[in-house]
Every structure is written in C-alpha cells, then in structure tokens.
Nanobody, 115 residues
Framework: QVQLVESGGGLVQAGGSLSVSCAASGSILNDAVMGWYRQAPGNPRELVTS???????YYADSVKGRFTISRDNAKNTVYLQMNSLKPEDTAVYYC?????????WGKGTLVTVSS
C-alpha cells in the first residue's frame, strides 16, 4: 500500500506564488511516477504535471512556464511550485503516484487564487 500526504496550499492573490508538497510512504517502486492533478468545482479532475524518477517531466499547457515540479527520490517527496497564479488555477490539488498501472491519491489540498 502507498500513502500520500499533501501539505501547503491556501489562499493567494492573482499573480502570487504558492507551493505544495506531497510525501509518499509505503511500497514505492523505483519506476513510480508522481504528479499533481487538480479539480475545480463542476470540472473533471485533470492532470497538471508529472515527474518520473529520472527527472523527466510533463506539464499541461495551461501551466507551462508558471508551475515547476520537482522530486526528492530519497524522501519520496514531490514538490509543486506555482508562480504567476491565476484565478482559473483555483482547485483542489491532488497528489498522485502511479506504479504497476495502479493510481494512488492524496486527500487533496485547496488552492484558492483571488482576483
């Protein structure tokens, strides 16, 4: 089993910055992919960014150039730095770990960007 615990998030004004982190524990494989999804009210959950153990990353077009994902493999922790935040970034952000075709989720942390 894998457990994911998120921290960070909160309220910020448009144009501001915020960071969230996620610590994973349990049976984590070397090829596990970690990332962040988000879900705004009335919208489906969407992939924001992901990072492979080797450092390769993916970003959704909507956050490219503004968000940065990083990973500390020794701590099994993934970080998301969010800059130039927009009101449309408001959502619950969920940490995700994927391995062997299985998805594990954190409970989510709310990020609110005021205009």
């Amino acid at each position: 089993q894998v457990q994911l615990v998120e921290s960070g998030g909160g309220l910020v004004q448009a144009g501001g910055s915020l960071s969230v982190s996620c610590a994973a524990s349990g049976s984590i494989l070397n090829d596990a992919v970690m990332g962040w999804y988000r879900q705004a009210p009335g919208n489906p959950r969407e992939l924001v960014t992901s990072i492979f153990r080797g450092g390769s990353t993916y970003y959704a077009d909507s956050v490219k150039g503004r968000f940065t994902i990083s990973r500390d493999n020794a701590k099994n922790t993934v970080y998301l730095q969010m800059n130039s935040l927009k009101p449309e970034d408001t959502a619950v952000y969920y940490c995700n770990l994927r391995q062997y075709g299985l998805n594990y989720w954190g409970k989510g942390t709310l990020v609110t960007v005021s205009s």
